[in-house]
Nanobody
């Protein structure tokens, strides 16, 4: 199992970015997929997730209405569309995969830096 994130960068407040998580070794539609983020000096937090069955999405309250998680099975990739970005969204964003929501074993990507600043 391998996860490779991309799409991070520097963006002004109010701007948008789309993060990608390219998966190999498994099918994203059969795993519980999530995006986490970790800001300097803070704990890693769950940002968004999507279930394998039904594609049910869930979001942290701080990003609800601004971020959207999606998956493209033809590319075996999960995306995080981030709109109306705020300075407090600055963090390293990580992709996570596990076989189910309650699975003990999970897999992480290397992370991609998102910086929101004017």
């Amino acid at each position: 199992v391998q996860l490779v994130e991309s799409g991070g960068g520097l963006v002004q407040p109010g701007g948008s970015l789309r993060l990608s998580c390219a998966a190999s070794g498994f099918t994203v539609s059969s795993y519980f997929m999530s995006w986490y983020r970790q800001a300097p000096g803070k704990e890693r937090e769950l940002v968004a997730s999507v279930t394998a069955v039904g594609g049910i999405t869930n979001y942290a309250g701080s990003v609800k209405g601004r971020f959207a998680i999606s998956r493209d099975t033809s590319k075996n990739t999960v995306y995080l569309q981030m709109n109306s970005l705020k300075p407090e969204d600055t963090a390293v964003y990580y992709c996570n995969a596990k076989r189910s929501m309650v699975a003990a074993r999970d897999y992480w990507g290397q992370g991609t830096q998102v910086t929101v600043s004017s």
